[in-house]
């Protein structure tokens, strides 16, 4: 077996784990970030604060805060994507 076949089998298992730890998750809290569904496509999305699942989209007011708050960072010459508010889920 190559290297690179190894590789793919961890990746593989490795992504096995991350569904099952999604699974049981109960999403308490998320922030609203940038989420990559494919190269080049870039999406601001409610993300689980625990388990990184997108959760879907953030609110007209959850986006408006993200929005202010990375053009604040942007300003600053500070990294951008991540918001820094968590809001629980209900």
Known sequence: M???????????????E??????????NTYHIGMFSWRVGSMEE???CCECHKPLGDPSDEELKEYRDEMKMLESKKLP???G????KNN
Request: glycine share 2%; with cysteine.
């Open 18 to 27: 991350i569904e099952l730890i999604r699974s049981r998750c109960l999403h």
């Open 80 to 82: 951008i994507g991540v």
């Open 2 to 16: 190559s290297r690179i076949t190894e590789i793919y089998d961890q990746i593989k298992l490795l992504n096995e």
């Open 45 to 47: 999305k409610r993300i």
């Open 84 to 87: 820094s508010k968590i809001y």
